[in-house]
């Protein structure tokens, strides 16, 4: 979730024709039609774990607070460090790690982490166990378990996300570890369609892992994110972000995924990034990852979310929006680690704020409103 929103609803979007064509259509005007759904005898429960599972999915959707993604992979994070000159070592991803799970007080802003697997088993510079010190700040630890985006063979050059093959051991192993939500991230890319495989894919792919996860205790966080590489408008995007989730939650209720112990990440609707029309945070407001964005720009379009009621807990789950500013105020020195520190801090009580739609904006160094948008982005 870097995504921004935990729930967002809308009407149930009617799962239709166009996924028995090879791409979706272009748009004309934006419908979403309600279908009514009847109600099932059997009620569906996730085993012995379902009672946790909801509990686990409101404390990390708590009001004032939201998701610290630090779940970069040893490849990416070495990219993250060599933007500081660092070597991409396992003692300075440690170092850096440390810094973010031990700021003072950040469990009043932050309710979840998200953790790449070997952060999980580690510990702290000073010999804690990473997952200890965040479940002492009151932050709920999450491992990301999806084991990244391959070509998608029959597609066009589009991508599917592997893992599935071990998950169940795996999440099981990650819940004695400590761990209790965890993320799987695929990708829609709408220059390249989307074609329907690639759509299907997608979501029966999150399905399958939501469900495979809620059977081992660890509350899913679906994440179909629509990449914002390409010229597309706004409306564009909105259109195939309703077809996507339709697609998502159609494969969730066949594979009885207990919804009430999920948390959706879709990413923010916004127009691709080399549209030259932009987008207001009041626009997108109505429509709905903050990847690519800056820091600021990402706080001010959850806040416009929340400037009126949500029927769902809306709020963020960010990496490099949370991040960025702190990563380069450290710049590998123990000496700016406090520093560093009060930049994390400063952008999760704004997003805090922003939560509860109260940021206003103010005080907002420069760096923090430059874009981080990447092409082809993969972490």
Avoid at 135 to 144: A, L, M, R, Y
């Amino acid at each position: 979730m870097a995504s921004a929103s935990l729930f967002k609803a809308s009407a149930v979007v009617e799962k239709s024709e166009w996924v028995k064509g090879q791409t979706l259509p272009q748009p004309t005007t934006s419908v979403v039609r309600c279908t009514p759904v009847a109600r099932s005898a059997v009620t569906i429960r996730a085993g012995p774990y379902a009672d946790e599972l909801v509990k686990t999915a409101k404390s990390v959707a708590s009001p004032g607070r939201g998701i610290l993604a630090m779940d970069e992979s040893n490849a990416t994070c070495g990219k993250r460090l060599a933007s500081i000159g660092l070597e991409n070592t396992e003692a300075n991803r440690q170092a850096y790690r440390t810094l973010l799970v031990s700021a003072p007080g950040l469990g009043n802003y932050i309710s979840g982490a998200i953790l790449f697997e070997e952060t999980l088993y580690q510990s702290t510079v000073d010999g804690k166990k990473i997952v200890d010190v965040l479940v002492e700040q009151n932050i709920v630890p999450g491992i990301k378990t999806d084991k990244g985006l391959v070509p998608l063979a029959g597609s066009n050059d589009e991508s599917w996300c592997q893992g599935l093959d071990g998950l169940a051991s795996r999440s099981a192993a990650y819940y004695q570890q400590g761990a209790r939500f965890c993320k799987w991230r695929t990708v829609v890319s709408i220059p390249n369609g989307p074609s329907a495989l690639a759509v299907k894919e997608a979501a029966w792919g999150l399905a399958r892992y939501a469900a495979i996860s809620q059977d081992n205790g660890l509350v899913p966080i679906v994440e179909p994110e629509i990449l914002l590489d390409g010229e597309h408008r706004i409306d564009r995007t909105f259109e195939v972000a309703q077809q996507v989730w339709a697609e998502v939650f159609f494969y969730l209720a066949q594979n009885n995924v207990l919804f009430e112990g999920i948390l959706l990440k879709p990413s923010m609707v916004t127009p691709g990034a080399e549209c030259k029309e932009r987008a207001t945070p009041e626009k997108l407001n109505k429509q709905f990852l903050s990847g690519g964005q800056s820091e600021v720009e990402a706080t001010l379009n959850l806040n416009a979310m929340n400037q009126s009621p949500n029927p769902w807990h809306v709020s963020f789950s960010y990496a490099r929006a949370l991040q960025n500013t702190c990563l380069k105020t450290w710049g590998g020195l123990p000496e700016n680690v406090k520093a560093a520190q009060e930049a994390l801090l400063t952008r999760a009580k704004a997003n805090s704020l922003a939560q509860l739609g109260k940021y206003t904006g103010e005080g907002e160094s420069a760096e923090s409103k430059e874009g981080m948008f990447v092409k082809g982005y993969t972490y």
